[in-house]
Every structure is written in C-alpha cells, then in structure tokens.
C-alpha cells in the first residue's frame, strides 16, 4: 500500500456552491463550520441556523471555492423548475432495477468507525471568471478520503492547482445531511420515508422536485452508501416528477451507460449507471437551451466519473 505523508491544515475560503456535483462536499466544511459560526452569531433566536447545503455540495463547487484563494470564480448556478407530472414509467422501471441490483452490492462487513473510504473520480467543471463565458475545465483526476463516522480529518488530492494536500475539517454533528458512512446507515429504508426524509433535507432553489433530485446525485455520488439505504434512494427518486431516462450518457471517464435525468431551467442532470450491471458510473450536466452563462444548446456544462470506492486504514493510504 501507498501512503502520502501528513500535511499541513489548509483554510478554506467562504464559498458558495451548487453546479456539477458530487455531490458533496465535504471540503467546504471548513468553509460551512466558518459561515455556520457567523451565522449563528446573528441567528441565536434558538431556531436551526440557515443552511448552506454546504454537505452537500459537489465537487465542482468545491473547486471553485477553494480556487477563489487565486483568481474570482463565479460557478454556474442551474436555478429552479416547476413540477412537471410525474417520472416517467421507462425511468420507474430502469429505477426499480438500478434499486435491485443495489440490495445486492457488496460492502465489508466490519468497517471500523477509524477508518476512511477512498474515493477515486474524474471530474470536469464548469466555471466562469468575472466578466467572460463560463467555461468547462479539462477533466482531471480527483481522490477523497472520507471519515467513516465524520469525526477525523479527511483528506483530498486533486490534480489542479490550490487542491493538493487539503486536509478536510470533520462532519459537524448532528447535521441530517452529512454524508459519513455512520450517518449513512441512518437514513430510511423504506422509499416513502426516504422521499420525506429527501424532500425535507434538500434546499437550493425553488424548485422541490428539482432540489430532491439533486440530492440524490448528491447521495449517490462522492460517499458510501448502504445498500439498503441505496435501494431506498433509488425507489424513491422514481417518485420525484419530471425524472426521465436518457438511454445513452457518456461519464468523465468515456464510459457510456443509461442515465435517469430531470430537466430544470434549461440544464438536464443524468445520472448515468452501467447498462449491465446498473451500477452508478457518474453524473453529467448538459444544456439543454442557450445558457446565459454562455454554454449553447448541446454542450455539457460538467460531468464526473466514479473509479473507485473502498476502505482503508488511513486518510492519504491507497487501496
């Protein structure tokens, strides 16, 4: 095994998020503990501060809040949609099966709360400078170890400037939407739970449906799910309306899969699984209309790729 040696803290600028995904992420806690701080400062009316969706930001955000150290980026925002019917019976049924086959995923049986999933990616971000078109970056490399039970430091390698040998400020706790293994386990089973649970911990625009959709790429994405945690997410995004099935996607990594997607002012979000097996490959995010930010009709705004999950001992230890 590999191991990279200990680096230093790394602060993390305020930054706010949502693009790509990925869900997630857990490198913005830093920022989220910092903004959550100031803002229970101003908010002790004994209410639940304000949330930022910070745990739940993908790894597009992230970047692009961690590379405002260096130059201003403003991240392209997918902003809100109305409700639109119902899923489709194609997606409901490509669902069901992705659900199936995700009760049969294997995961060790004993994960140790000191331990850390690893997760290797490919990511491609969409971002925009100050004053020009928004852009989509090259597609890079990109690896997160995550605490199993939230309480220790993580760790993130990613091939671009300003992310390399960030250390990761623990979950806070008692936060619903953290994503660590522990909270994980948690979540409901049963999908009518799982889609209340959704609906009540997914914000971000004004659209619910579109907000719950998210979330679910945001579950799936950067973390270890559950199995049936996992069969329960899936059952119930087949209950969100307007969700529909692209029958050929293409992921960071060139791979090609089905996709279940949802349109919302003028991007689709795809959620592209392994035509066989219906395992999850990635996400991408393509404009479907001309896009102020400067995308056309046709062009992906983002996309990602997940390579590899497992455990390991250590946060910078290699499978």
């Known amino acids: 095994m590999n191991q990279l040696p200990e680096f230093p803290e790394r602060d993390l600028p305020p930054g706010r998020h949502r693009l790509l995904k990925e869900h997630l992420m857990s490198e913005i806690r830093q920022h989220e503990g910092q903004q959550e701080r100031e803002q229970e400062g101003q908010q002790r009316a004994g209410g639940t501060p304000v949330r930022t969706r910070a745990t739940w930001l993908r790894p597009a955000i992230a970047a692009a809040a961690v590379a405002a150290v260096a130059a201003t980026v403003v991240v392209a925002l997918p902003s809100s949609g109305g409700r639109s019917g119902s899923a489709s019976q194609e997606a409901v049924a490509l669902l069901g099966d992705i659900a199936l086959a995700a009760e049969h995923q294997k995961v060790p049986d004993t994960i140790r709360d000191d331990q850390f999933v690893y997760i290797e ?87 619910e449906d579109q907000n719950t959709f998210v979330l679910v790429g945001d579950l799936v994405g950067e973390s270890l799910l559950p199995p049936d945690v996992a069969a329960a997410l899936f059952r119930a995004a087949a209950k969100i309306p307007g969700v529909v099935v692209v029958p050929d ?46 995308f056309k009709n046709g062009q992906t705004t983002g996309s990602s790729a997940i390579l590899k999950r497992e455990i390991v001992d250590k946060a910078g230890r290699r499978p």
Do not use: C
């Not at 430091?153 to 293994?181: C, F, I, M, Q």
């Not at 960071?252 to 395992?279: P, Q, S, Y």
């Open 121 to 207: 990616s490919k990511v491609g971000y969409s971002t925009q400078e100050e004053g020009k078109p928004a852009r989509l970056d090259p597609v890079h490399q990109r690896e997160i170890w995550l605490s199993v039970d939230g309480t220790r430091w993580a760790l993130l390698e990613e091939g671009r400037d300003g992310l390399s040998h960030v250390r990761l400020e623990p979950a806070k706790p008692g936060v619903p939407s953290n994503t660590d293994y522990r909270n994980l386990q948690t979540l409901p089973t049963d999908p009518d739970k799982m889609l209340e649970w959704l609906h009540k911990n997914s914000d971000g625009g004004k659209s």
């Open 249 to 294: 996607s293409v992921d960071a990594a060139g791979r090609h899969g089905v996709a279940v997607a949802r349109v919302d002012d003028g991007e689709r979000e795809e959620l592209i699984f392994d035509k066989k097996t219906k395992e999850y490959l990635g996400e991408r995010d393509v404009a479907v209309e001309d896009q102020p930010s400067g």
